[in-house]
């Protein structure tokens, strides 16, 4: 009777649950404070209005970011390859104590100190000075760029910090608001900001794109430019130019402090695509502007998460998956081609040893007992057994040799033909060292052992024609002694011994 009654007042309070809820949510107690920076979980409307952009700020901001990625990423990858990252980072701290100054006159005539036309043209004639100032020390001095790149980002930032103490004691204006610049302040961009931005950053992407050809050899040699004619001055000040205007109109965005990441980490992860400077500028524009989309769109769905450190952590984390799954220069790819090269070696190895046991036992012409024991391999490099074995197993799915006995192997045919050519390539080496590079003839098998594996065709067919060796066929003679332990010998145990290492 009693659960009776309980679902009874239940299902009678039923149709005043939403207003029951709505009066729960007015009441004092369960409004959030505006003071609340505590992050929680977006419900999907959250995630539908920024996916669907239908704030009219989340617009202005995501499109805003956007641009400022792409010429930030494209500018930042002549920057990267000419060796001037950090002249980004020296200069948005140099643009500190110009926007102080441009604040403190334009109050002093009357202006509103804070229209973003007159903070952005101080802080750009600031930042130029700060360029001209790296300039001056590093040609008029002896100090090294990166000695010149601490003065300036030190003592400019600090005349700013010293500029904004002044502003903030000023009876004309207040300064809030222009710390913005330092943090950066994504959220308070407005239409005539993004419009600013994209004029501006598409701008700079023009110019780069139509001095493609000239700024490329300036990064690559900047000798060369000047020997055929280039005005290699010139060009770095337009590209020093540049940079300066991305870092400008980036100020608003993730402030002078972070600033300096969307000019290095998008050309950074770039690199590890590619090998081209075309498409390391393409993959650059793409993740700057992937950077400042996702950034600035996980700051809407999350609002209490600061827009430019948001940026920043997602150009960040392509940065990462970049460096470890890039295809060209990647870490795993690059421990894919050292794996390769080593089992490359070690079959190389493997099938040299047999071909010079043959070789010093007079076998080669002897084709019915072209057997060699495993445990004469052990005394010509410092094999262990379980290695050899590991190596000789793939050697025979390979189709190379044959294992007879469980402890002698005989090469086939294939195996054959590929272990004369690798004595071959490997004593067309050792002539060349000791012909050309005076090496002596005692020491250069372990010089050409270290070089013999990574050698192409057409570096081998320099060599023959050099060394007057008319076909490859034919097997140069070894031009030392092959040394090789008696076959009566213990040669159970490997030895630390390598001839040919």
Same mark, same amino acid.
Not at 9 to 26: D, I, T, V, W
Not at 209 to 221: A, N, Q, R, V
Not at 270 to 283: D, G, N, P, Q
Not at 493 to 498: E, G, K, L
């Given at each position: 009777?009693?659960?009776?009654?309980?679902?009874?007042?239940?299902?009678?309070?039923?149709?005043?649950?939403?207003?029951?809820?709505? +009066?729960?949510?007015?009441?004092?107690?369960?409004?959030?404070?505006?003071? &609340?920076?505590?992050?929680?979980?977006?419900?999907?409307?959250?995630?539908?209005?920024?996916?669907?952009?239908? &704030?009219? +700020?989340?617009?202005?901001?995501?499109?805003?970011?956007?641009?400022?990625?792409? =010429?930030?990423?494209?500018?930042? =990858?002549?920057?990267?390859?000419?060796?001037?990252?950090?002249?980004?980072?020296?200069?948005?701290?140099?643009?500190?104590?110009?926007?102080? /100054?441009?604040?403190?006159?334009?109050?002093?005539?009357?202006?509103?100190?804070?229209? /973003?036309?007159?903070?952005?043209?101080?802080?750009?004639?600031?930042?130029?000075?700060?360029?001209?100032?790296?300039?001056?020390?590093?040609?008029?001095?002896?100090?090294? $760029?990166?000695a010149a790149l601490g003065i300036v980002l030190s003592v400019f930032f600090g005349a700013g910090v010293a500029l904004l103490g002044i502003v903030q004691q000023m009876q004309t204006g207040h300064a809030a608001g222009l710390e913005s610049f330092i943090y950066g302040k994504t959220a308070s961009m407005v239409a005539s900001d993004a419009w600013l931005i994209g004029s501006a950053g598409l701008t700079c992407m023009l110019i780069s794109i139509f001095l493609y050809k000239e700024l490329t050899l300036l990064?690559? &040699?900047?000798?060369?430019?000047?020997?055929?004619?280039?005005?290699?001055?010139?060009?770095?000040?337009?590209?020093?130019?540049?940079?300066?205007?991305?870092?400008?109109?980036?100020?608003?965005?993730?402030?002078?402090?972070?600033?300096?990441?969307? /000019?290095?980490?998008?050309?950074?992860?770039?690199?590890?695509?590619?090998?081209?400077?075309?498409?390391?500028?393409?993959? !650059?524009?793409?993740?700057?502007?992937?950077?400042?989309?996702?950034?600035?769109?996980?700051?809407?769905?999350?609002?209490?998460?600061?827009?430019?450190?948001?940026?920043?952590?997602?150009?960040?984390?392509?940065?990462?998956?970049?460096?470890?799954?890039?295809?060209?220069?990647?870490?795993?790819?690059?421990?894919?081609?050292?794996?390769q090269l080593n089992r490359k070696v070690d079959r190389q190895h493997l099938l040299r040893s047999i071909y010079e046991y043959l070789e010093a036992h007079n076998l080669l012409t002897d084709q019915t007992n072209q057997l060699v024991p495993i445990k004469d391999l052990y005394q010509m490099r410092s094999w262990l057994p379980a290695d050899l074995h590991s190596i000789i197993h793939r050697a025979s799915q390979q189709d190379l040799l044959q294992t007879v006995d469980g402890n002698q192997i005989r090469l086939?045919?294939?195996?054959?033909?590929?272990?004369?050519?690798?004595?071959?390539?490997?004593?067309?080496?050792?002539?060349? /060292?000791?012909?050309?590079? &005076?090496? !002596?003839?005692?020491?250069?098998?372990?010089?050409?052992?270290?070089?013999?594996?990574?050698?192409?065709? $057409?570096?081998?067919?320099?060599?023959?024609?050099?060394?007057?060796?008319?076909?490859?066929?034919?097997?140069?003679?070894?031009?030392?002694?092959?040394?090789?332990?008696? $076959? +009566?010998?213990?040669?159970? !145990?490997?030895?630390?011994?390598?001839?040919?290492?």
């Amino acid at each position: 009777m009693r659960l009776f009654v309980i679902v009874f007042l239940l299902m009678s309070l039923c149709p005043y649950a939403p207003l029951l809820a709505a +009066n729960g949510a007015n009441s004092p107690g369960s409004q959030r404070s505006i003071t &609340d920076r505590s992050i929680s979980i977006p419900e999907w409307k959250d995630w539908k209005r920024v996916f669907f952009l239908e &704030d009219y +700020n989340t617009r202005i901001v995501i499109l805003g970011t956007t641009l400022l990625g792409m =010429s930030a990423g494209m500018i930042g =990858s002549f920057a990267l390859l000419r060796k001037r990252a950090l002249m980004g980072d020296a200069l948005s701290h140099a643009t500190l104590p110009g926007i102080a /100054l441009a604040f403190i006159l334009a109050t002093s005539f009357g202006m509103n100190g804070k229209t /973003l036309p007159v903070l952005l043209s101080g802080a750009a004639i600031s930042g130029l000075l700060g360029i001209a100032s790296i300039l001056m020390i590093r040609n008029l001095t002896r100090l090294k $760029e990166d000695a010149a790149l601490g003065i300036v980002l030190s003592v400019f930032f600090g005349a700013g910090v010293a500029l904004l103490g002044i502003v903030q004691q000023m009876q004309t204006g207040h300064a809030a608001g222009l710390e913005s610049f330092i943090y950066g302040k994504t959220a308070s961009m407005v239409a005539s900001d993004a419009w600013l931005i994209g004029s501006a950053g598409l701008t700079c992407m023009l110019i780069s794109i139509f001095l493609y050809k000239e700024l490329t050899l300036l990064c690559f &040699d900047e000798g060369f430019a000047h020997s055929r004619g280039f005005p290699v001055v010139l060009l770095d000040m337009i590209l020093m130019g540049l940079v300066v205007v991305v870092t400008i109109i980036g100020l608003q965005a993730v402030g002078l402090i972070l600033m300096i990441s969307l /000019l290095v980490i998008p050309p950074a992860a770039a690199r590890f695509w590619t090998e081209k400077i075309f498409y390391l500028s393409f993959v !650059a524009t793409i993740l700057g502007a992937l950077s400042g989309m996702v950034g600035s769109a996980m700051s809407a769905i999350f609002p209490n998460l600061p827009s430019g450190a948001m940026i920043v952590l997602v150009a960040t984390s392509m940065f990462l998956v970049s460096m470890v799954f890039g295809v060209p220069r990647g870490i795993l790819i690059r421990k894919l081609r050292r794996y390769q090269l080593n089992r490359k070696v070690d079959r190389q190895h493997l099938l040299r040893s047999i071909y010079e046991y043959l070789e010093a036992h007079n076998l080669l012409t002897d084709q019915t007992n072209q057997l060699v024991p495993i445990k004469d391999l052990y005394q010509m490099r410092s094999w262990l057994p379980a290695d050899l074995h590991s190596i000789i197993h793939r050697a025979s799915q390979q189709d190379l040799l044959q294992t007879v006995d469980g402890n002698q192997i005989r090469l086939t045919p294939l195996g054959l033909t590929e272990a004369a050519r690798i004595v071959h390539e490997h004593r067309l080496w050792e002539l060349y /060292l000791i012909t050309y590079a &005076d090496v !002596a003839s005692s020491k250069v098998d372990r010089d050409a052992d270290a070089i013999e594996h990574v050698l192409e065709p $057409e570096v081998i067919s320099e060599l023959e024609t050099l060394l007057s060796q008319q076909s490859s066929t034919d097997i140069l003679p070894s031009p030392h002694t092959l040394e090789l332990k008696p $076959e +009566n010998s213990d040669a159970s !145990a490997p030895d630390s011994r390598r001839p040919g290492s």
